[in-house]
């Protein structure tokens, strides 16, 4: 008697249940500015200077008492000259100073007259547009006040925001280590580019793809290849794998077929979850654990037995398993929607979701899956998403072509104009 299919996950509550298992590491380390691109932030970062420093100008132009100028035409002597930089005289009364971009306000001025409203006449400035007190002076911390927190915790750093703690003197920053992921990939069937493709074998795209959308993740990754199709050797790399690594990633294997190993082997070195989510591509994803125990280490089982290796021995605990499905768009989608966003909680993100983006469809999907679907897209030069014409799981050219997916609710048709939830792989892919 066959056992009844389990009930399909809703992909949120598959996520909810991933992220609700990450523990974020705890190892911290302090790196320079120019080091620290795309880390998560440790520890918030709190200005301890006004920026700017001081009032400046904002302008080229002449910083003047705008009691000074009461109509068009008023003639002042030029007192002294402020480049950035240079520290200024307190300004008498009826006269203006030359400034440059960034200069410092001198004591007594109230406003700049931009240079193009004013004409340098020898030693004297006529001003051609009286000013109002504040015209064009950039206030002291006008952009960070002195004890204001800058960077918040869990935030992963953009340029712009090694550009923010630069501009209030921070040097260095606390970020969480790296993710250490190990990878594998079943199939006697798969070949490496470069081999001869004998008959029966396809070519491993997916060790590819996901090393890249590990390593854009932020990760340390060791590649533990090519695993045979057996249970002794799939048990072993998985023993291996789990020594050193917080997160274990693998593709295929995890049907119940006679030459799929990777499900009891993980049942075996510790304990899987297997999921089927109602989701179109990647209806299959596995979630668990692996043992790490001390007396480990030294089997490699892989086809290169991990070009890194992991750290041997005395080590306790366990590190987390993700499978994802064999065919390369389902491996990717998956990756994208649900192991990018586990690594963001590893590293103590406080951000790991993506925001969906409102577009027009230049489709009609008149036939839709009672699964959610992600449709692969392009935005053409109109804004509107174009289908491409395959979506089929196994056409990998559909993710090149593409750049995002249409998230699609179960059983809803698509026609042309309808407004749809668009994912752009500019934000999914920037980990």
């Not at 915790?153 to 630069?166: E, F, M, V, Y």
């Amino acid at each position: 008697m066959t056992a009844p299919a389990s009930p399909l996950i809703d992909p949120d509550v598959a996520l909810q249940r991933l992220l609700a298992a990450a523990s974020a590491i705890s190892e911290t380390e302090t790196l320079p500015l120019s080091s620290a691109l795309g880390r998560v932030l440790a520890q918030e970062v709190r200005s301890t200077i006004d920026v700017p420093p001081a009032d400046n100008t904002a302008m080229d132009g002449y910083a003047v008492r705008s009691a000074d100028v009461s109509a068009a035409g008023t003639r002042l002597l030029v007192s002294q000259r402020i480049p950035a930089g240079a520290v200024p005289q307190p300004l008498q009364p009826g006269t203006a100073a030359r400034i440059f971009t960034g200069g410092l306000i001198p004591p007594g001025a109230d406003a700049v007259v931009m240079q193009e409203q004013c004409a340098a006449e020898g030693d004297e400035v006529r001003i051609n547009a009286p000013p109002k007190a504040g015209d064009w002076v950039r206030r002291r911390g006008l952009d960070v006040a002195a004890g204001s927190v800058v960077l918040a915790a869990g935030q992963r750093l953009r340029p712009q925001d090694l550009g923010l703690a630069a501009s209030v003197g921070v040097a260095s920053l606390r970020v969480r280590r790296k993710p250490r992921v190990a990878m594998l990939f079943t199939g006697d069937e798969l070949a490496m580019p470069g081999e001869p493709l004998r008959p029966g074998a396809i070519y491993n795209s997916n060790r590819f793809v996901i090393r890249a959308l590990l390593e854009t993740a932020g990760c340390e990754v060791t590649d533990f290849g090519i695993v045979p199709d057996q249970l002794e050797a799939t048990r072993a790399v998985l023993r291996q794998a789990a020594l050193g690594h917080d997160l274990v990633v693998s593709t295929g294997g995890m049907s119940v077929g006679e030459e799929d190993h990777v499900k009891p082997a993980v049942q075996a070195e510790g304990a899987l979850d297997l999921w089927q989510i109602a989701m179109k591509p990647g209806k299959p994803l596995a979630f668990g654990h692996l043992r790490r125990s001390e007396n480990q280490g030294g089997e490699q089982g892989g086809e290169q037995g991990g070009e890194q290796g992991g750290e041997q021995g005395g080590e306790q605990g366990e590190a987390a398993f993700i499978g994802l499905p064999g065919n390369p768009v389902s491996s990717f989608v998956t990756f994208l929607l649900f192991v990018r966003p586990f690594l963001l909680a590893l590293q103590g993100a406080g951000q790991t979701a993506v925001q969906t983006l409102p577009v027009r469809a230049a489709f009609d999907w008149p036939k839709p899956d009672r699964r959610r679907e992600y449709l692969r897209v392009r935005l053409n030069a109109q804004g509107e998403a174009e289908l491409f014409a395959s979506q089929n799981s196994a056409v990998l050219t559909s993710t090149v072509w593409a750049d995002g997916l249409v998230d699609n609710p179960p059983q809803q048709p698509i026609a042309r104009g309808d407004v749809l939830r668009y994912l752009p792989f500019s934000s999914l892919l920037q980990g």
